[in-house]
């Protein structure tokens, strides 16, 4: 019989809301964690600093404004950062040193690092994308202009897709934009495709999978579209959207209503790559089977709003990061006292679908 699934909350958690989570590529434990408290956050979710804690905080990473993304870069000794400050930076993780990539005109709201193209792409609320070669600093940062504010965005193996205000979705081939860093031409790429997000309100997030065949977007209106890059006809008959994170309430008449929550954050399995598990501000997370269109399982509720998902490399743990939403309508935000990461360990077959066993 498979061991039982655990579930740990790490000590010593930022002091405000935490908007982005990552594992290294190279370790199940080393997750690094971005905070609008102006920090980034390394940990060792494994090492227990003493028998009543769990998880070591290893290294904090200060900025001078909120920190919007964080991402691993080559391997678990490289960082780069998005920051309301308008740059683009790149940390060791070791010497905890920063250096400047490239500044934006506006906060940046995303970084994502290709290991296939050793490309780091950041989004920006100026509208652009910028295209950086991390191991090569002397060719100028390529910049894209966007038709609208990005919101989110998620690299597969071969694309980067963007999901930005107006509905609007554009997808850009990693090598076209590695091509055309290292030819420093100026001409900025235009997309591979460009789409209509299959969701009717603001995206809030973009996963996507990682055999490379498609994505997952969620919206602030309770809602999960799944989509496949194939441009046929047969694949884009495939695509479908769903409800999801929504609490019934009764009325006083005895009717019963939805109370509709954003899906604040998405992520896609690692192993079983149909599998991807969405948070909401219901305070709840989910797993979901892309392929057989299915909810696989709906975890214990938490006692925040889920802000940020993140797989370990190898799938066996899912870092939750839970911070209080802006849902209740608080005037004087604050995420202090009420910020927690928890790390789940999967149980074997936990996040396998259904009629995939070995």
Request: charged content about 20%.
């Amino acid at each position: 019989m498979a061991p039982p699934a655990t579930q740990f909350e790490l000590a010593q958690p930022p002091n405000d809301a935490i908007s982005a989570l990552a594992f290294a590529p190279d370790s199940p434990s080393r997750l690094l964690v971005s905070s609008w408290d102006k920090n980034i956050y390394l940990y060792d979710t494994l090492q227990n600093s003493d028998e009543n804690s769990h998880g070591t905080l290893l290294r904090t990473y200060e900025h001078r404004a909120p920190v919007m993304d964080v991402c691993f870069g080559k391997d678990g000794s490289e960082a780069f950062s998005a920051g309301m400050d308008w740059q683009v930076r790149r940390l060791d993780l070791e010497t905890g040193d920063q250096t400047t990539l490239s500044k934006h005109e506006a906060p940046v709201r995303r970084v994502v690092y290709s290991r296939e193209h050793s490309l780091l792409v950041s989004a920006s609320w100026d509208s652009t994308l910028h295209v950086h070669s991390p191991t090569n600093l002397s060719l100028t940062p390529l910049t894209i202009p966007l038709p609208g504010k990005p919101h989110a965005m998620a690299a597969s193996p071969s694309k980067v897709i963007v999901a930005m205000t107006s509905r609007l979705v554009h997808i850009y081939d990693l090598s076209t934009l590695s091509s055309a860093l290292t030819s420093q031409s100026g001409e900025p790429p235009q997309p591979w495709q460009q789409r209509e997000s299959s969701l009717k309100f603001l995206t809030r997030a973009v996963a996507a999978m990682p055999s490379d065949a498609g994505y997952a977007t969620s919206s602030i209106e309770g809602r999960v579209a799944v989509e496949w890059f194939d441009a046929s006809a047969e694949s884009q008959a495939r695509k479908y959207a769903f409800k999801c994170h929504r609490t019934p309430q009764a009325g006083a008449d005895g009717s019963s209503t939805d109370v509709v929550y954003p899906v604040n954050a998405l992520a896609f399995h690692p192993v079983h790559g149909s599998t991807f598990a969405s948070g909401g501000g219901d305070a709840t997370v989910a797993l979901w089977d892309a392929e057989a269109k299915r909810r696989m399982k709906v975890y214990q509720k938490f006692a925040d709003s889920v802000a940020a998902l993140a797989f370990s490399a190898d799938g066996r743990y899912l870092a939750v990061a839970v911070c209080p939403g802006f849902e209740t309508g608080m005037e004087d935000y604050s995420g202090e006292g009420r910020t927690k990461i928890f790390v789940r360990e999967l149980g074997e077959n936990e996040a396998l679908p259904k009629g995939k066993g070995k």
